[in-house]
């Protein structure tokens, strides 16, 4: 019977972190450590030795793209059993690096991740001499809801050399690899970020093993409902990071609610002119977060009897840069309500202003449809084609701080998490 093998992708800057979740797979049942990128940019082939300790065989994920021999001849003799070459490289690095891995009783991995034709350079190399091959959805790709089910089905079916297959893979998904002929199963982030590395080690492999169980999504493929969903699951801090700090604005009031997520129904209207954020109510489908530019905000443009207009509608939430007033029975009704300001006069409905139009606050701009997210940090804007991919990328974040988290619960702090004075600037 095929028995594919798990490989743990250790993608971490810190070796000492990379080192004790290294032990923790392997307690779960990890048939292979890989030294990730991201560790062989930081430690050097001191990450490989050090994981060569454990006894078990090691990847170096070098993505080597020249001087093959030279780089795989560097991390043989670190104790790397396997090192990935990527299927780009010219043909003669791929050559060299095969000669260089077999004079030191190594195997050299092509990584086909980003090729233009992955089944017709799986052939090539298997001609050229390489031992495996690992048909890989980088994480920039699967942040955009991409997957390698059908490549991996094409290349295991073209070659005869045993295929690995890599890219957001977790319990749910790994049977289906399997079941397509992967020899190699690669987790990193399923595992890595798991609050408990070697209970998801566990799962993982019990997964493998029981290939009849029902297969979920390949990867995260949010569209319209599932994006709220994702979105509902991370803070506004996890989008700020996912977004780079950006599209983040603070210096809001929350006067009501909870977790706030929809999609924008833009309104400008003047200073204490209400006619247009409540002409909003009608126009805005359920669902939607209205989002008012009433700047500075003197007069109010909104209160008690238009939220509970909106909250009959079904709107997710309403953001007002601008005043609010009757701030005390707004705090009654459950929907989430933000202001700049709280005021308790009221302007006039004058008609002026538009709807559906693009914002600009603080320099970030708000289109009509980009996704809205609140929260008590503070509101985030995640423009509407980029949806599926912050959500991804927030999900990231999300657990990657939920394994610093369980780090810290377990006696460390979080200086020594980071290891912050080896990564000072300064230093």
């Known amino acids: 019977m095929h028995m594919a093998l798990l490989q743990v992708a250790l993608d971490f800057m810190i ?7 290294a032990k923790e797979a392997l307690e779960g049942g990890a048939d292979l450590l890989e030294a990730g990128t991201p560790l062989i940019k930081s430690a050097g082939m ?40 990527l299927a780009l490289a010219d043909d003669e690095t791929i050559v060299d690096s095969v000669e260089a891995a077999e004079k030191y009783g190594a195997r050299v991995m092509v990584d086909l991740i980003n090729h233009p034709d992955p089944v017709q350079r799986a052939k090539e190399v298997e001609g050229l001499g390489t031992h495996y091959l690992c048909v890989h959805v980088g ?31 977790n319990v749910e998904t790994v049977p289906e690899v399997v079941r397509l002929g992967a020899e190699i199963v690669i987790v990193g982030g399923a595992i890595i970020k798991a609050p408990d590395i070697k209970e998801a080690t566990k799962n993982i492999k019990s997964a493998m093993e029981g290939v009849n169980v029902e297969i ?17 699951l991370v803070s506004t801090p996890n989008l700020s990071d ?12 929350k006067l009501s609610g909870g977790k706030m997520v929809g999609r924008a129904f833009t309104v400008r209207t003047m200073d204490g002119d209400w006619a247009k954020p409540v002409e909003a109510i009608e126009k805005a489908s359920p669902g939607d977060v209205i989002v008012v530019e009433s700047l500075p905000g003197y007069a109010a443009v909104w209160g008690e009897l238009a939220t509970w207009s909106a909250k009959v509608k079904g709107i997710s939430g309403i953001v007002i840069f601008g005043a609010v007033r009757d701030a005390d029975e707004i705090k009654k009704i ?56 912050v959500a991804n990328r927030a999900l990231d974040v999300m657990e990657h701080e939920n394994r610093v988290r369980e780090e810290i619960k377990r006696g460390s702090t979080l200086s020594v998490v980071m290891e912050l004075e080896d990564w000072e600037v300064n230093r």
């Open 242 to 253: 996912a977004m780079h700090r950006k599209n983040a604005i603070g210096n809001l009031l």
């Open 334 to 389: 459950d929907i989430p309500v933000y202001a700049r300001r709280i005021v308790p006069n009221a302007g006039e409905p004058k008609g002026f202003g538009e709807m559906q139009i693009a914002l600009d606050i603080d320099g970030v701009k708000i289109n009509p449809g980009d996704w809205i997210v609140g929260d008590e940090s503070g509101i985030v804007v995640i423009p509407k084609e980029r949806a599926v991919e």
């Open 46 to 85: 001191k990450a490989v030795r050090k994981l060569a300790e454990f006894g078990k065989p090691v990847v170096a994920d070098l993505k080597t793209m020249d001087v093959g021999r030279v780089e795989v001849e560097m991390a043989a003799k670190s104790g790397a059993k396997i090192i990935t070459v």
């Open 216 to 232: 979920g999504d390949l990867y995260r493929k949010y569209r319209g409902e599932e994006i709220k969903k994702a979105f509902m």
């Open 139 to 169: 994480v920039d790709q699967q942040m955009h809801g991409r997957n390698p089910l059908d490549t991996l089905r094409n290349v295991v079916s073209s070659v005869n050399i045993p295929v690995a297959a890599a890219g957001g893979l």
């Open 15 to 21: 070796l000492e972190r990379a080192l004790k979740a």
